[in-house]
């Protein structure tokens, strides 16, 4: 699951004394920016740079919950 796997990576890092990183825009854009769509051609749902985009967000969205 997901989010569980969200909140023992979060638990881990609190146990470690690590505190999660801050999400900029300008990082998501970076990684949405860094993903070869050529190659993802061949997935049956079409992925463009702002669906990519918008998957980062979400998850971003998903680690502050």
């Known amino acids: 699951d997901y989010n569980e796997m969200g909140d023992r990576l979060e638990n881990m890092l609190l ?15 970076t990684l949405a920016g860094s993903v070869n769509t050529v190659r993802l051609s ?4 079409r ?9 980062y ?9």
């Open 15 to 29: 146990a470690l004394g690590i505190k999660s990183p801050a999400i900029r825009d300008e990082d998501i854009s």
């Open 42 to 45: 061949n997935n049956p749902v």
């Open 47 to 55: 992925l463009t740079d702002e669906s990519l985009r918008q998957l």
């Open 57 to 65: 967000v979400d998850i971003q969205k998903g680690a502050r919950a």
